[in-house]
């Protein structure tokens, strides 16, 4: 990475990379695979919640049970992403490097307030809150000289349900809008919330209970519902061949209530809204 | 069930009518299909196309110097070098070449016309390195505005696509009436009035275009390896386009992974690749990449009508006025061919007594009108639509208004208004046996009570005919061209060889015809080889298209095994000293009367014809060949339903049920049959829901992968219940009907109408094909557009 910063290109699962190669949208002299370090495979506890390694397959991630306790949003949010055949070879770190605006982990990782670890040869690690991490389309606070080498996601809080729902053209697409949710309850009123959305900005957009006026109130349709309505008024999303920004904004508006009601649910240790979070 | 054949000599028919396996998909699943891009010659090089970045462009200069000078790269043509190497018209597929304008040339020369249009052509050691040496291509273009829409097309100020056209209008206006429409206009209760239109949308086969053209020079032949429907069509355009002779030109074809229309002939690309051939003494490859296909393949559908029907308040339809604009792209091509059937088969099963239709197709800066599965298929989505559209205007049951309007079998009137018979149609039972099928006094049930929760049911229906290829009309005698000719002979070796001009791209042929011979001959299927893919062994005929091969191939494949079967008996009955008609042949032997103990082997028998062992003066060729016109064939058809809920907050559209009533006549192979419907219905609704062709105002195409042309996956594809109707026989032998492109011409309709009836409470009124969820929440004013 050192000698080749400008004209080489990490490899990884190759799901993004490849195609850009096949339709000469890049040109590197050089490809670094990661596939054969072995550490950037491991999946393991970490603190209260996990660790994942960089080249660990979205596959793998999915399918782990210490995922599914540990990080049940990141579980749910796997699901969405493309196939299985593309999820067996799709790494949980390429797709935070890569940066997709509409890709399903970002979201997550900022919901969760994942510690993302990144290194280069020359100065070493450094950590960066997920939050801080995207900067724009494909775009992040990785340096040219460095990779990311892990992600840490703490565990989930007490009394807290999770939930992600979004809406692509077909199973497996891209998501026009994706929303991953967090949402505690305690003693019959919420004590705190985090949704964050995918496909409606350049990067990850992040709302927080105070702002959604969430906190201390009880968890109800009407609500959830207003929530929606206030993040949509304040959305400017793309428009593209598949949705205009207007309903972008009718997606958020829905999916924000519906997947903070199914989260809250979820709290609250009632899992009656599998038939919207399931993906189609 | 459909009945089974008669079998005169072999006994009871045992395979037509049952679902044998296909013999080609176990060489197909495994991957030992061949394909042209499997093809590889000593010698071989690879060619790669410059495009324009732009949809219309004066062409100013291309200067080829760099790219010629790159590694590995052998020739680059540019559009006047190949114009000087084949005819400089080019031949569009389908297309009318009568000599007039518009002029054009294989790849560009003074202008650009679409985004992707070829300009020069690179062949070199590799396809790698020849898209290297395209970039080093400098092409100096000067932009000129992009005609986008027919609507665009019809201004007489917009900037003319092609100079001698003087205008952008390549057909009509023409009008036809029949029928009497004033008086049909004047009874009218009320006039129903709609502006009905299909999006542009396109073939897209798993494989794509593709040719390795290999020139002799010392013989002058030109060997080609072509992926087509029709082995002497794309022969008899590649002679032409060259000016050589046909037989200095042998077309080979091995599998082809579908087509859907676009491979008739030969394109422009293909043309340019042979010439290259010829000019260069090596073989040359191309094989279209996806991005190639997606934008300058072909494309279709893209058609908008003003319809206006005369009703009586019972629902009755009395007449039609239709003015319908094609939107071409910007080569000439099918349009004008399309607009005709379109025009004769707008009344479908139904009494109309009047139509007045009128066209005008435009060229535009967009990608070339080709044949896509069931290209007249507008007739049926702007009938469909209309019915439906009438039974809201009156407040009736689109099923009743249907039934009102739908002809009776054998009772006045016994054409269609616009002349082809209405022999022998279902139309009528397929729909009361939908109606049971789906309990729709139910189902209004379920739908209100869903209603009452903000939930959004609704059910649709269509009916349609597909000319496969339709009844024989006693006043237009089958054209020579469409003539089935075939060749069958016995082998030395007992098996039996089957020659058509039939071209398989997926539909099993090789499997239905050796069915066919099978029960007629007297053998097993698997001792049928079925003979395809060579100019040189060919009978004359187009190929395959128009969902006529059941007829028309299976019709010559059952005459020409009855005429071999006689004449081997006639052998056997010399050789054996005995009658013909006491003898008959089973299970692949000659058994009966005279023959020994275990019968004759048909080998045994060939081999002593071949020996000269027979009586001088007997015909001892064991083949035969006959011409089949279709008999008296007759429709296929039949009514499709769905019921579906749409998510009025995301406009998602969910498929509970989808239902085929259908009769395709006798059945060959049902498996077949059914895979057929359901491939076609997959694509239908792949159209409505997902699939669309779009260009950006400058004519920029945005749809160039598959990221943004989205087809149906089979997660996307509901189950889909399929029920055959007993089939009326109109021929006393063939009764075989075609059922490819059944499927893909009906389910848009279907599904629309399914989706108007549960959006009917939100007010929303459904025009066009294309539905997707954004669509839909603009239309019941959820948002804004
Ligand atoms: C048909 C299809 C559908 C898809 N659908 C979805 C979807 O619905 N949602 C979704 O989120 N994704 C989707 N994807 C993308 C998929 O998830 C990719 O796997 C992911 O975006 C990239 O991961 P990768 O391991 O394949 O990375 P690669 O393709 O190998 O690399 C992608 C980029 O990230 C860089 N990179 C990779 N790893 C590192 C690292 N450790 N450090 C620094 N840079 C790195 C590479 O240099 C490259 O620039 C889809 C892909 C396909 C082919």
Known sequence: ?280 | MAERSPVGGGGAARFVGASVQRGEDLRLLRGQGRYVDDVRLPGMLHAAFVRSPLAHARVVGVVTEAARRARGVVAVFDGEEIARLARPRASIPGGTDDGGPPVYTLLATDKVRLVGDPVALVVAESRYLAEDACELVEVRYEALPAVVSAEQALDPKSPPIFEDLGGNVIYGPTTKAYGDLAGTFARADLVVQAKISQHRQQNVPMEGRGIVASFDPETGELLVHAATQGVNTTRAALAAQLGLAAEKVRVLAGDIGGSFGLKFGISREEVACAAASRALGRPVRWIEDRGENLTVSGQAREESFEVEAAVTREGEILGMRVQMVVDAGAYPGLAPMVVDSVREMIPGPYRLQALEFSATVAVTNKASYVAYRGPWAAETFVRERMVDLVATELGLDPLEVRLRNVARRGEPPLRMVTGPPLAGITARESLERMAELIDLPEFRRRQAAARREGRYLGVGFATYLEPAPGPRSPDSPPDPGELEHQRMRLEADGTLSVFTAQMPHGQGHETTLAQIAADQFGVDWEQVRVVVGDSSLSPAGFGTGGSRFATMAGGATLHAARELRSKVLEVAAQLLDTGPERLAIVGGLVVGEGAPAGGLQLAELAAAAERGLLPVGTDSRLEAEVTFDGGESGWSGGTHCALVEVDCDTGRVRVERYLVVEDCGEMINPAIVEGQVRGGVAQGLGAVLLERSAYDPDGQYLSGSFMDYLLPTATDVPHIEIEHLETVRLDPDVNFRGVGEGGMIVAPPTLCNAIADALAPLGARITEQHLPPSRLLELIGTIGG
Not at chain 1, 173 to 185: L, N, Q, R, S
Request: glycine share 10%.
């Open chain 1, 1 to 280: 990475m050192q000698k080749h910063q400008e004209d080489g290109r990490v490899l990884a699962g190759g799901q993004s990379l490849i195609p850009l190669l096949a339709l000469r949208l890049a040109r590197p002299a050089l490809l670094i695979d990661l596939a054969r370090i072995a550490e950037l495979a491991r999946l393991g506890e970490w603190e209260g919640g996990i660790s994942i390694g960089a080249m660990v397959r979205q596959r793998v991630a999915e399918r782990s049970p210490l995922v599914r306790q540990r990080a049940p949003l990141l579980a749910a949010a796997l699901k969405f992403i493309a196939h299985p055949a593309i999820r067996s070879r799709g790494t949980v770190g390429g797709s935070l490097a890569h940066a997709d605006p509409a890709a399903e982990l970002p979201a997550v990782v900022v919901t969760l307030e994942a510690e993302l670890v990144v290194a280069s040869s020359e100065r070493g690690e450094r950590t960066i809150p997920a939050a801080d991490f995207f900067s724009g389309h494909y775009t992040t606070a990785l340096l040219a000289d460095e990779i990311l080498t892990e992600i840490r996601i703490p565990g989930p809080g007490p009394s807290t349900g999770f939930s992600f729902h979004e809406v692509s053209r077909r199973s497996g697409d891209f998501a026009m809008v994706g929303v991953a949710a967090a949402v505690a309850v305690e003693e019959g009123s919420i004590s705190g919330a985090r949704l964050c959305l995918t496909g409606v900005a350049d990067r990850p957009v992040l709302a927080t209970a105070p702002e959604l006026g969430l906190l201390g109130v009880a968890p109800d349709r009407g609500v959830f519902e207003a929530a929606g309505e206030a993040i949509a008024a304040r959305l400017r999303p793309p428009t593209d061949l598949h949705g205009s920004a207007e309903y972008r904004r009718q997606l958020a508006l829905v999916l924000v209530a519906r997947a903070l009601r199914s989260a809250s649910q979820r709290a609250r240790g009632d899992n009656e809204d599998r038939r919207e979070g399931a993906p189609a």
